[in-house]
Every structure is written in structure tokens, then in C-alpha cells.
T-cell receptor, first 112, second 111 residues
Framework: EAQVTQNPRYLITVTGKKLTVTCSQNMNHEYMSWYRQDPGLGLRQIYYSMNVEVTDKGDVPEGYKVSRKEKRNFPLILESPSPNQTSLYFC???????????FGPGTRLTVL | DAKTTQPNSMESNEEEPVHLPCNHSTISGTDYIHWYRQLPSQGPEYVIHGLTSNVNNRMASLAIAEDRKSSTLILHRATLRDAAVYYCILREGFGNEKLTFGTGTRLTIIP
């Protein structure tokens, strides 16, 4: 089944404890992206990747890192999480930037 | 950045057509108009997209104004499953691969 998977689905952590949210797609898509969703603010793009080893900032990249070493994986790294990064995170992929995006199920992160 | 404006919420009766408007007065000539929707507790899902001509697929129709400054997503016969937040998004032209979602329109379907 074609899908985007994210792990973990739920995470509660404390300020400053490094964490990684994984994202994987099995559709051989070139474009991958991370979003955060907050009440009243809609979806905001954090980082995106056009292809392996090609990443760029979205609208809200501060406090996040990403890497794209393999085509299928696009992990989101929070080196020193803070409470303002408490949010619902979505990973998405598409064949190319102009194509339909497929979204993962979301990761709900709480930083205490 | 090209931006879109949508009503915060709309209601419609079940089994009736729904017209969801979107204004994008600063759209550029190469921007595609995309629509996504987000059902409760799920990630967004693609609905439809277009450039200049009206588009139809199994989920919906997209009507694009002649000047491209506005568009309308049409659900021909709303069901309870269509209750969701609908996002109108502009793919911001060549050389800029960012995708900017707005706050969308929350559609409520009345049985």
C-alpha cells in the first residue's frame, strides 16, 4: 500500500531533550516536506526537500533540522525542544513539487 | 508570497451542492491552484488542482475565474463524510517550492 508513515505518533518530552521524528514514504517520491499545525494558524511548512541531499527552509524553520540521505526518509530533528514546539506535525511527499501531496497520519508532540 | 482568502466556516445540507470560495488576487501567471481537505483527526488529503481551465475529478470540480483572482471548489452532492476543513493553496511559481496553507474553511454538513 502506498503510504507515508511517521513515528512516533505521540510523544511527550521535556525541554532540551533531543528528539527525532521519522518520516518514510514508499512511493519513490522526490519531494518531501514537514508541516506543523497549530490552532488558529493552519498548516505551516517547516522544511522541504526537492530530492536526496537537497533541503530548504519553509516558513517556520527555527529550532528544527532535517536531513535527506535517502529518497524514502526525511527525519525531523529537534536538537533542543522548547514548549513552543508543542504541536501536531505532518510529513508529506509528492512525486514532484507540482504534484499531489500525500500526508502522513501526524505526530502529536508535547514539550514540557 | 501569494496568499489566499477563504471564509472561516460554511454550512450545507446533506445531499446538496456546496460551493467553497477562495480569493487569490495576487496570483501570478504560473501559479497552480490546489485544494486539500482535512477530515477530523487525519492528515490533509488532496482534492483537486488547476491552472486556468475548470477541472473535474471524482471528488469535486474546480471553477477558476477568467482573471484567475478567485476560484470555487464545488462538491456536487455533499455527504456527512465531506465535513472537513478545506484549504485553498497556491503553488507559488517556479523557483519557489514552498507551499503555504491558510487557515481554510471549516465545512459543516447538516443531516
Amino acid at each position: 500500500e502506498a503510504q507515508v508513515t511517521q513515528n512516533p505518533r505521540y510523544l511527550i518530552t521535556v525541554t532540551g531533550k533531543k528528539l527525532t521524528v521519522t518520516c518514510s514514504q514508499n512511493m519513490n517520491h522526490e519531494y518531501m516536506s514537514w508541516y506543523r499545525q497549530d490552532p488558529g494558524l493552519g498548516l505551516r511548512q517547516i522544511y522541504y526537500s526537492m530530492n536526496v541531499e537537497v533541503t530548504d527552509k519553509g516558513d517556520v524553520p527555527e529550532g528544527y533540522k532535517v536531513s535527506r540521505k535517502e529518497k524514502r526518509n526525511f527525519p525531523l530533528i529537534l536538537e533542543s525542544p522548547s514548549p513552543n514546539q508543542t504541536s501536531l506535525y505532518f510529513c508529506a511527499s509528492s512525486l514532484a513539487v507540482y504534484n499531489e501531496q500525500f500526508f502522513g497520519p501526524g505526530t502529536r508532540l508535547t514539550v514540557l | 508570497d501569494a496568499k489566499t482568502t477563504q471564509p472561516n466556516s460554511m454550512e450545507s445540507n446533506e445531499e446538496e451542492p456546496v460551493h467553497l470560495p477562495c480569493n487569490h488576487s495576487t496570483i501570478s501567471g504560473t501559479d497552480y491552484i490546489h485544494w486539500y481537505r482535512q477530515l477530523p483527526s487525519q492528515g490533509p488529503e488532496y482534492v483537486i488542482h488547476g491552472l486556468t481551465s475548470n477541472v473535474n475529478n471524482r471528488m469535486a470540480s474546480l471553477a477558476i475565474a477568467e482573471d484567475r483572482k478567485s476560484s470555487t471548489l464545488i462538491l456536487h452532492r455533499a455527504t456527512l463524510r465531506d465535513a472537513a476543513v478545506y484549504y485553498c493553496i497556491l503553488r507559488e511559481g517556479f523557483g519557489n517550492e514552498k507551499l503555504t496553507f491558510g487557515t481554510g474553511t471549516r465545512l459543516t454538513i447538516i443531516p
